[in-house]
């Protein structure tokens, strides 16, 4: 007789703290019920019925994130959320059996069920035995369909997402979780975790696993130091897969069923809903007796996938995943704000906000009003198509002219450092972090990391080149992560002014070739033992230089230093404006509809052949079809940035008196 | 020849855990929760009559006739049991004289052999690893084996093995019968046994292996990016008891063994003793073994995804047999094994490995590119185009408008001419070498990136930092401009490459000189520090200069315009002169394509659909493996030509008006670009179209310097064709001039083009008219022009 259990209703709470026992409870319902055939149990489509039970976003919502939750306080095998950028799809997959079946001592055939877990069922009674039967009645005997693959994908949370977005989805995740008291014991952890720093709560499982080391060693001498050593292998190992030398991240391996595994792509970002598994702590206890007799063996092994590092950091079997426009975007204010679909709202305070933000943008170049005009077409920008080696809609900035103010001096007077002492100037923070030891780029990129949903300053020093991998690489089976590994939409402030007279290294030179190629493309390599793999990115930049840069840039536009003016900074906006402006950043740069009318078209083309007629006769220098491409660009920008989606007159002779104001200023910059 | 016996102390395998092993499904289980496991996989009852097999397997040995001799002595003896006619029986002879020791069973003869669907073949194929013991089984049968007796005298080759087994022979002889302890047959054996895979089977890529192919025979394709050293892999371990002094072999068929601790003997069971067992190195077998990586091919690799990677065990012959960088297709067991990571206590996890049984080279070098039969069809299709020529070229860089004959140029240098090696070893080269020159601006360096991107071993470089060979380089700040200069090269000479080096005009002296060596002699020479020695560099320079005061000055002459000596002028096979000067026509249509492709995000409808850098990559590989020769019959057509354009410049050369010098290097560019022409058309021999198209190109090029470069001798050209027509009408004294005289007379001193530019601009103005035949020119009004 089979144990008829009481076949409960489950809660949405149930589904996020015991999923696995609700997915058995399922299927055992559904075997009862309709006497399915074991072997066709895959038939039973899970993440569609995970789906429906999580189908508004306040229920996703409940669901814990690792993305702001320390690993340990969320249980075991119980659901979690993960917003993260995919690292590696190369991990490859792994092979186990989806189901088996026990049979008991008086022959009693039970089906187990063993997906999203590592771990086999926990409640096999010593009497049941396991019936890994292959040659059932109904499968032949090649039939090996119990034995099924899965995706290993290496995640880490989202790269460069600022401090607001952050915070925002910690807010709607705090929301759910109050409405909701039920489960004290979490919310209470999250509630401390809201008090101290955000710092913390994004506590990385680099700093785990350094805990674990901390925790773990005192087992004996003898282990101490191999663990250690391993310890510290390991955490190399994590940081080098994290875009951002020594930031906090949280990672993780990400398990994904199912045989379209081709839809997700490196530098992704997705949020996964799954079963998380913690990642093993007793790894001294349990494995030292084998890793000793083992030691031999493991260093024949030494180009194997470590499994040392998948088990050493969490883990997760994704059940379903998203990978909307929304998080390519990365601006979490478009999730709510495509959910009401007030476009019309937005659009209409377009040239308001429009008026606000470039004040805002201007305030931290000394009120230069040009420069923050091409700042926000630079931060409208967006590659919207490529084809046959094209790609448009690429536009990297820069604008030259900076004045370099060391950060250690406080800024006191209005007054602008000549380069030369600029130059000088020590730098204190530490050579090879990426942050910004100039003054004046600290101030734009608090401007823009207040925008912006992600972004990251990139000073451009020796140090820095010679010693960080811009790019990703792998060596032999791991990939690396390089700075320029991030998602869509994420922007870099690069500061030209800190770079120094001196040699550049092998690194440094690739790197070089990786901005330059990226500029230029936006397109990244991947190098691999043998041959390179080219991505395509989207990545904005700004960079900042005091003479004319050389990286490839777009676009050069010099600051007017006369009129810089630091107390002009508006330090403290209101939030509400901020959000503001993140609203109409995200909503005006995804604007698909753009299209520039015959006759529009048509005022281009004469306008072209007249300027350079013109010029021929007044004996200046014409502009040529850089110069028009750049504008074409432009027009597109100052289209957008008015809200609209149709190129008109007007808005292409805005258009061409801005890149003319520009121009002007090149040459007055140049005869200096 | 296997390693039988060797002394060292690294055991591969250590003893590690309890193993259960699955023969029929590659499936190896470990420690405590598999013993419920293991009982249950001992359950396993499959329908297949192995004993029947077994005699098919026997039958196909002793009855497969290779096809060859099938049908060569079929006739002569049909009767004569020859094992000379048996292609395994044959195999197994050598083996057993030792002169070979794998035994490669083709899947094709097995296939060959029965034609019954879902056969032996197809089991075979899905349960590789029970087919191969089944086979050993067959060969080795104490009774009816199939291994003959040698036929020759092997006593020399001796190696330890055969004294161990003569010693064990003599010892068995004095034993009773039932005594004999279990003696594995793998201990003796001397050969390893193989599938081949059938031939028509479809390599798949790493990630299309999956769970439904353990235990399968597949094949997969990819990289070997990494390869371990061999290492002796233990396959039977010998063992000696204390107490009784039995030998005890224990065969180890997988990575992890439990080695025996108590003795198994009838001696020590009957006295009741525990006797201890002690490993004997001597008397263990090992095979080598190496562990390989492989990766997966670009191709392989979906869009936006990173390449997987294999690991895969090769044993025995098979060792050594790859290197890291190889391109192999390698068939073998796609075998699962439960995961040894530390989570492995309770799971029903596994690793993967393939267990190689073939390895096939697939290419010996990378630069040679793989080619995929979709590709190689694309660019079969493309080669019986007539147009092939004209696409490929307009397919060259679409992002930039117009520069047609540039482009054509720069397809012919992507191709390159055939390299010569004389009997003397003198070499003649065949890469072209092009300058652009002209006003910034005008796309000259999107050019250059663009070749360097299609070529396969592109650098790109500019000529002001472009000091040396090497990979470092430093930064410097430019005392005038404040500007950050990236000083020192990072240029890798492009060995069979094209090496693009942006302005060209900025570079050293002393590291242009270094170039003429390498445009012409194809090699570097180093003398420093007393090493002298000559390196090669195969590549083909495009170089991209701008006018010596940044902008053409229609003031100076071209020479006085390009800064660059004669002596490298003429080693460019083709030098262009890129003007930007406003051009009602062309400023429009360049507006138009500009404002078109930010309309519609694609480039406006060219008369054809342009190639992607992939498959012109492709058609140029292909084009290269061409080695067209020319006919005698067109030398005679060259030289003329030569003798012509020497004329030509003869003629210039009197009226002080010579833009380029024509050096014999001439002739050898016309037939570099026309050989180029005819590997375009992946055709053997130079046609005269070919020849006729490069000297079009070459008159192009110099019209570029002369005719564009200088209005005023623009001009001077038209107007002075137009002087000799009027002159011809005078003469004539009609206003109806005959088009061939016009042609004739005006072709002695201008070409073709010029005097069709001239009666076009005359047209236009209303001067003349040509008629619809072209073969008369009217004035127009004659009246009022007198």
């Known amino acids: 007789m089979i144990m008829m259990k009481e076949i409960k209703e489950f809660s949405t709470l149930d589904y996020i703290f015991k999923p696995l026992d609700a997915v058995r409870n399922l299927l055992e319902k559904q075997q009862q019920s309709n006497l399915i055939e074991t072997s066709n149990i895959d038939e039973f489509d899970i993440p569609t019925y995970f789906k429906n039970v999580f189908n508004t976003t306040e229920d996703l919502m409940k669901i814990p994130s690792l993305n702001d939750t320390p690993i340990f306080d969320i249980p075991n095998h119980s659901l979690v959320r993960f917003r993260a950028m995919i690292q590696n799809t190369g991990l490859g997959h792994e092979i186990y059996a989806s189901s088996y079946e026990t049979r008991s001592q008086n022959g009693q055939k039970k089906w187990k069920f063993n997906k999203y877990t590592d771990d086999m069922d926990m409640d096999i009674d010593d009497n049941e035995i396991l019936d890994f039967d292959l040659n059932s009645e109904s499968s032949s005997i090649y039939n090996n369909n119990q034995l099924e693959e899965r995706h290993l994908y290496y995640c880490v949370s989202v790269p460069g997402e600022t401090d607001w977005n952050i915070i925002y989805f910690l807010n709607v995740y705090v929301y759910a979780y109050n409405n909701n008291s039920r489960r004290k014991q979490s919310s209470s952890s999250t509630e401390t975790s809201i008090g101290t720093s955000i710092e913390e709560i994004i506590r990385s499982t680099a700093n785990l696993s350094l805990d674990n080391d901390g925790n773990n060693n005192n087992n004996n001498n003898n282990n101490n130091k191999t663990t250690g050593e391993r310890n510290s292998r390991l955490l190399k190992k994590l940081v080098s897969k994290y875009p951002f030398p020594n930031e906090h991240h949280v990672a993780a391996i990400v398990k994904i069923y199912g045989k379209d595994d081709d839809i997700l792509k490196v530098a992704e970002v997705v949020e996964f809903i799954g079963v998380l598994i913690h990642p093993s702590i007793n790894i001294n206890e349990s494995n030292n007796n084998k890793n000793d007799n083992n030691n031999l063996q493991e260093d024949g092994n030494e180009f194997c996938f470590d499994s040392m590092t998948i088990s050493n950091i969490p883990c997760m079997h994704s059940i379903f995943y998203s990978n909307n426009n929304i998080h390519h975007s990365g601006n979490p204010l478009l999730l709510t704000y495509y959910n009401n679909n007030n476009l019309y709202e937005v659009n209409c305070q377009a040239s308001d906000t429009r008026r606000n933000l470039l004040q805002y943008i201007a305030s931290v170049f000394g009120g230069d009003e040009v420069v923050a005009e091409f700042v926000l077409l630079q931060l409208l920008s967006r590659v919207y198509s490529r084809k046959n080696g094209l790609t448009l809609g690429k536009f990297t900035l820069n604008i030259c002219n900076i004045p370099y103010i060391p950060s250690t001096i406080a800024i006191t007077s209005s007054s602008s450092f000549p380069p030369s002492v600029a130059s000088s100037a020590s730098i204190t923070s530490s050579p090879s972090t990426l942050v910004h030891t100039n003054q004046f780029s600290k101030n734009v990129s608090k401007v823009l990391s207040s925008i912006l949903p992600k972004y990251h300053d990139l000073p451009l020093t020796l140090s820095t080149l010679n010693e960080i991998d811009y790019f990703p690489n792998s060596n032999s089976d791991e990939l690396d992560s390089g700075v320029f590994q991030v998602s869509k939409g994420t922007w870099f402030l690069i500061d030209e002014t800190v770079m120094k007279e001196g040699k550049l290294n092998d690194t440094g030179v690739r790197n070089l070739q990786a901005l330059n190629n990226l500029i230029d493309n936006q397109r990244l390599l991947y190098t691999f033992p043998f041959y390179d793999f080219e991505f395509e990115t989207d990545i904005g930049i700004i960079v900042l230089s005091e003479a004319k840069p050389f990286l490839p840039v777009d676009c050069i536009l010099p600051l007017l230093t006369n009129n810089y003016n630091n107390n002009n900074y508006n330090k403290d906006l209101p939030e509400e404006i901020l959000v503001e402006f993140r609203k109409y950043l995200g909503v005006h740069r995804y604007i698909e509809n753009y299209f520039i009318p015959d006759d529009v078209s048509k005022y281009i083309e004469n306008q072209f052949v007249i300027q350079r007629r013109n010029a021929s006769r007044n004996g200046q220098i014409f502009i040529n079809h850089f110069d028009l491409q750049l504008r074409m660009t432009l027009a597109r920008l100052v289209t957008l940035s008015f809200g609209e989606s149709k190129l008109t007159e007007e808005l292409w002779d805005y258009t061409e008196r801005l890149d003319e104001q520009r121009k002007q200023r090149m040459e007055n910059f140049e005869q200096r | ?786």
Not at chain 2, 417 to 436: E, H, P, S, Y
């Open chain 2, 1 to 786: 020849m296997p390693v039988t016996v060797t002394y060292t102390t690294t055991f591969l395998i250590m003893a590690m855990s309890w193993q259960v092993k699955l023969w029929d499904y590659g499936v190896v289980s470990t420690n405590h929760s598999v013993d419920k496991m293991a009982q249950a996989f001992q359950t396993i009852k499959i329908n297949v009559n192995y004993s029947k097999d077994k005699n098919s397997i026997k039958a196909f040995f002793e009855r497969f006739e290779d096809r060859n001799s099938r049908n060569g002595e079929m006739e002569i003896d049909i009767e004569n049991d020859n094992p000379e006619n048996y292609k395994y029986l044959r195999q197994l002879q050598t083996i057993s004289n030792r002169e070979n020791d794998n035994l490669v069973i083709e899947l094709d003869d097995i296939a060959d052999w029965e034609d019954r669907e879902d056969g032996l073949l197809h089991r075979i194929q899905r349960n590789v690893r029970r087919y191969i013991d089944l086979f050993y089984q067959v060969i080795d049968n104490k009774d009816d084996g199939l291994m003959p007796k040698p036929t020759k005298t092997v006593g020399i080759e001796d190696d330890a093995i055969d004294v161990l087994m003569q010693h064990r022979k003599d010892r068995d002889a004095q034993r009773p019968e039932g005594d004999r302890g279990y003696f594995p047959a793998t201990l003796t054996r001397r050969y390893t046994l193989y599938f081949k895979s059938l031939k028509d089977e479809p390599a798949l890529s790493i990630r299309k292996v999956g769970g439904f192919h353990v235990g399968q025979l597949v094949t997969v394709q990819g990289i070997i990016t990494r390869v371990h050293d061999v290492k002796p892999f233990l396959v039977v371990a010998g063992f000696t008891c204390e107490m009784c002094g039995e030998e005890v072999f224990q065969e180890v068929t997988k990575k992890t063994y439990h080695p025996l601790v108590e003795c198994p003997s009838e001696n020590c069971r009957t006295n009741n003793v525990r006797g201890k067992l002690h490993m004997q190195t001597r008397s263990c077998k090992f095979i080598p073994f190496q562990e390989v990586k492989m990766q997966e091919l670009t191709e392989q690799v979906p869009v936006g995804h990173i390449p997987r990677s294999m690991t895969i065990f090769l044993y025995g012959p098979l060792t050594r047999t790859t290197n890291p960088g190889d391109i192999v297709s390698i068939s073998g067991i796609f075998q699962a094994t439960p995961h040894q990571g530390h989570r492995s206590s309770n799971t029903l996890l596994t690793d993967v490995y393939l267990e190689g049984q073939n390895v096939r080279q697939l290419k010996k070098q990378y630069d040679k590119m793989d080619r995929d039969p979709i590709i190689q069809q694309k660019v079969r299709d493309l080669a019986r185009d007539p147009n092939i020529y004209t696409l490929l070229a307009k397919s060259i860089a679409p992002e930039i408008y117009g520069h047609e004959d540039v482009k054509r140029a720069l397809l012919l240098q992507l191709i390159g001419g055939v390299t010569k090696t004389m009997g003397d070893g003198m070499k003649i080269r065949g890469d072209l070498n092009i300058c652009l020159m002209g006003d910034p601006g005008v796309a000259k360096s999107q050019l250059l990136k663009y070749i360097c991107k299609v070529a396969p071993r592109g650098v790109y470089t500019t000529g002001r930092g472009s000091s040396g060979v090497g990979l470092t380089a430093s930064v410097e700040r430019d005392p005038v401009t404040d500007e950050m200069i990236l000083e020192g090269g990072a240029l890798v000479l492009a060995d069979n490459g094209i090496c693009c080096i942006d302005e060209f005009d900025k570079m050293e002296d002393g590291d242009r000189t270094a170039i003429h060596e390498v445009m012409e002699q194809q090699t570097i020479s180093i003398s420093k520090a007393g090493i002298t020695t000559t390196l090669n560099a195969r590549t083909s320079i495009l170089a991209a200069a701008n006018p010596i005061y940044g902008r053409y000055n229609p003031k100076l002459s071209p020479t006085h315009n390009i800064n660059l000596p004669a002596a490298l002028m003429s080693r460019f096979d083709i030098l262009f002169l890129i003007l930007d000067r406003p051009n009602f026509d062309l400023d429009e249509a360049l507006a138009n394509h500009v404002a078109h492709v930010h309309r519609k995000g694609t480039h406006p409808d060219m008369d054809m659909e342009v190639l992607d850098v992939n498959t012109i990559r492709h058609y140029i590989a292909e084009a290269r493996t061409k080695r067209p020769i020319v006919p005698s019959e067109l030398g005679e057509y060259i030289v003329d030509s030569y003798v012509k354009i020497r004329q030509e410049q003869a003629n210039e050369q009197a009226r002080k008006k010579e833009h380029s010098h024509i050096s014999p290097r001439t002739i050898l560019a016309v037939i570099r670009m026309a050989t180029a022409l005819a590997r375009i058309r992946l055709a053997d021999k130079v046609e005269r179209d070919d020849v006729q198209e490069a000297l079009r190109l070459l008159e192009v090029s110099k019209d570029s310097l002369k005719d564009k470069s200088d209005p005023s001798n623009n001009k001077s050209s038209i107007s002075a064709i137009y002087t000799i027509i009027n002159e011809i009408r005078d003469r004539e004294d009609n206003s109806t001039l005959d088009y061939n005289q016009i042609a004739q007379e005006v072709t002695s001193r201008y070409t073709g083009d010029q005097l069709e530019e001239c009666i076009l601009e005359y047209e236009k103005v209303n001067i003349w008219k040509r008629n619809d035949e072209k073969t008369t020119l009217t004035y127009i009004n004659r009246e009022d022009n007198d």
